[in-house]
C-alpha cells in the first residue's frame, strides 16, 4: 500500500493502471492490481462505507439516487457532502471544526503523521472516546474507553482483497466486559435515541451481525446475491453478485470496462513531496516489518514483541561508512518536526541516502519526524518522503541491559524482513 503514500500517490497507483492495461494483464485470471493491505478486512471496511465520501460498495453520497435510497431506508436525512479523511480530522480537531472523536480500533497517536501536530490536535477536542481491545497510546488521552473484542470473540465477514466474502466465526468467549464493535455501536445509539426522543435510523435493534450484512445486502447491487446461507454453502463469494443465480466475481472486466473502452491516464512527473537538502540531506521512508501490525496496538501486546522489540534504523553500508556508525550504534534522526533516538541496522537494502524506520514503536515514533502533507486527490498522507539528518547518540538513559548485545547477536534481528 505504500506507493499511495506520498503526495503523488494518485499517480504512482495510475502509472501501475497505465501499465497493466498496456500489457494486457486485466480481465483474466491472475491479472488485475491487488494492493496487498496493510491489514486484514481493510477490503471488507472499505466496502462497507468505511471512507467518508461512500455508502457500502462505493455508492457515492452525493449520488442523489443513492442519497434517496439509504434516507428513505433510514428514514433519515442524510447530508450530500463528503466527510474528512482521517488526517483532515486531526486537522479540523485544531481548528474546532471537530469537537469530539470516536476512535474505533485505530491508534492515531502512532500511525499518523506529524505527531507533535496529531497530539496537540487531540488535546484541543471536548471528548474523545477510544473503543478497542487494548489501551494504546491514543488511549491514554481518552475521556471514555469503551473495552471490545478481538477478531477472534466475535461473528461476522472477512472480505479479501480480490472481493471474496467470506464468514468470520467467534472462536473464544470475550474476556470481562468486552464486548463486539457492532453491539457497542448499537447499544449507544439505542442510549442517544432514548436522550433525544428520536430515531436515528430504520433501527439499531441487530441480535447478530448477518442481520446487519442483509441490511447492507438490500442496499447494495453488488452485494444482493450474497447472504449467510450462501457464503457457507459455498465457502465465500466473489462481489459484485448481483443475484443469487449469479456465480460471483472472482476477476473484473472479462468482457468490458465500466465505462466502455479502458482509458490511459496522462500523468506529468514530479511531486510536493519534502526533498533533502544540505540541512537534512537524507531522505526517511518509513513502513512496516513483518512481526508487527500497524500501530502494534496487537503485535505490541503479544509474544511477536520478543522477536522484534525495538526500532531500528535501516542504512545503506556506503552511507554508514561515511558517518562513522556500525550496525547496533545508537543515532538521533531529526527533521523539521521533531527527533527520535534508535540504532542503526546497515543493510543493502536501504538505497543510498535513504533510511528506514518501522513506525510501530512508540519510543521511537518515526511519525514524530513525518510531514501531515498529503496527495491532493487520494488525501493520503506523505509518509515515504521525509528530510531528516542522522547523527550519532548515545543510549537513551535507562535502557536495559538486554538490548545492549549488538543486533547481529540477536537472530530476530539480523535480517528482520520488511514490509515497506
Known sequence: MGISQSTHGTD????????????????????????LRGQNNVQGCSDSGGLPNVYTAYQAVNDPAVQTKFQEYWGNALSPTPGLTATEMVNGAVEKAIRGMFVVGENPMIS??????????LEQLDFLVCQDIFINETGTMADVILPATSFAEKDGTFTNTDRRVQRCRQAVAPVGQSRPDWEIISDLARRVEQRLGVKLSAGFDYSHPSEIWEEMRRLTPAFWGIDYDRIEREGGVHWPCPSFDHPGTPYLFEDEFPRGRGKFWEIEYGTESE???????????????????????MSGNSRLEDVFPEAVCEMHPNDAARLGIATSDWVRVSSRRGA??????VTERSPRNTIFIPFHFAEAAANLLTLDRVDNRA???DYKNTAVKIEKASAPEGWGEDYEKPLTDRGAIKDPVQVH
Open 12 to 35: 504512482n497507483t495510475l502509472s501501475l493502471v497505465n501499465l497493466a492495461l498496456l500489457c494486457g494483464h486485466v480481465g483474466q485470471p491472475g491479472t488485475g492490481l491487488n494492493p
Open 340 to 345: 527520535i533516538k534508535l540504532r542503526v541496522l
Open 112 to 121: 499518523e503523521p506529524n505527531q507533535n501536530h496529531t497530539r496537540h490536535a
Open 379 to 381: 488525501k493520503i498522507p
Open 275 to 297: 526533498q533533502p537538502d544540505a540541512g537534512y540531506p537524507f531522505n526517511l521512508t518509513t513502513g512496516r516489518v513483518l512481526y508487527h501490525w500497524h500501530g502494534s496496538t
